[in-house]
């Protein structure tokens, strides 16, 4: 397998809002600090996550390879972080630029005026996880902004986190992505995509055909996809 979590973020209000998360994800903070709004990158839904607030984590199983892809907004722009790959770190600058970190230690930074407020951009982080091998290369709408090599950048890991950055940033996210690195296809970018969630428009009464029961057996639980 290569792609391992996709979400549109479109289809929770659709069945009880951000407390349906949980189902998929690992760790969802409640409402106010993450919530599911509209105004996403298509004008379909996204997820915004309050400044300052610990953020909603995806735990998958421990790999030294992971390509994250998702669109990204903020309110404010200023010295804080709100993607976590491991012991790696994304986070935005006063200056408009974009930092990539292991930990405190600062690996890279992007040209001043990278970003700017109010303005969706699709980003992209792919890490080999390694102490003394490690790489990490960034992409900003399907743009290679930085590359780096033959670095520290910390141990295999399982878990993605995405945080409320601090400084009075709020942070929406949408269409995003996780491929890890083994098999043959998805292990790297997969560019700046866009995800449609399709929702089934009725029950099935065909006689003979499929019939599909929900997760955890009752009438209301969340379709998984």
């Given at each position: 397998?290569?792609t391992?979590?996709?979400?549109?973020?479109?289809?929770?209000?659709?069945f009880?809002?951000?407390?349906?998360?949980?189902?998929?994800?690992?760790?969802?903070?409640?409402?106010?600090?993450?919530?599911?709004?509209?105004?996403?990158?298509?004008?379909?839904?996204?997820?915004?996550?309050?400044?300052?607030?610990?953020?909603?984590?995806?735990?998958?199983?421990?790999?030294a390879?992971?390509?994250?892809?998702?669109?990204w907004?903020?309110?404010?722009?200023?010295?804080?972080?709100?993607?976590?790959?491991?012991?790696?770190?994304?986070?935005?600058?006063?200056?408009?630029?974009?930092?990539?970190?292991?930990?405190?230690?600062s690996?890279?930074?992007?040209?001043?005026?990278?970003?700017?407020?109010?303005?969706?951009?699709y980003?992209e982080?792919?890490?080999?996880?390694?102490?003394?091998?490690?790489?990490?290369t960034?992409?900003?709408?399907?743009i290679?902004?930085?590359t780096?090599?033959?670095?520290?950048?910390?141990?295999?890991?399982?878990?993605?986190?995405f945080?409320?950055?601090?400084g009075?940033?709020?942070?929406?996210?949408?269409?995003?992505?996780?491929?890890?690195?083994?098999g043959?296809?998805?292990?790297?970018?997969?560019?700046?995509?866009?995800?449609?969630?399709?929702?089934?428009?009725r029950?099935?009464?065909?006689?003979?055909?499929?019939?599909?029961?929900?997760?955890?057996?009752s009438?209301?639980?969340?379709?998984?996809?």
């Amino acid at each position: 397998m290569a792609t391992r979590f996709v979400d549109s973020f479109d289809y929770y209000t659709q069945f009880g809002g951000i407390e349906q998360m949980s189902r998929k994800w690992t760790r969802v903070p409640v409402t106010p600090v993450a919530e599911i709004i509209a105004g996403g990158r298509f004008g379909g839904n996204c997820l915004k996550i309050a400044a300052g607030a610990a953020g909603c984590l995806v735990a998958i199983d421990e790999q030294a390879t992971w390509t994250v892809g998702f669109a990204w907004q903020t309110n404010n722009l200023s010295v804080a972080a709100f993607l976590q790959i491991g012991s790696i770190w994304l986070n935005s600058n006063a200056n408009g630029s974009l930092t990539v970190s292991r930990t405190a230690t600062s690996l890279f930074t992007t040209s001043a005026g990278t970003l700017t407020t109010g303005t969706w951009y699709y980003l992209e982080l792919k890490v080999f996880l390694d102490p003394s091998v490690g790489e990490c290369t960034l992409r900003v709408n399907g743009i290679q902004k930085v590359t780096i090599g033959g670095v520290n950048t910390g141990s295999p890991a399982a878990a993605i986190t995405f945080d409320g950055a601090g400084g009075g940033n709020t942070s929406l996210i949408d269409d995003l992505y996780i491929n890890d690195g083994t098999g043959t296809v998805n292990t790297g970018f997969s560019g700046p995509i866009q995800l449609m969630a399709i929702l089934p428009n009725r029950d099935n009464t065909s006689v003979g055909k499929h019939q599909w029961a929900p997760k955890g057996g009752s009438g209301g639980d969340l379709p998984q996809y």
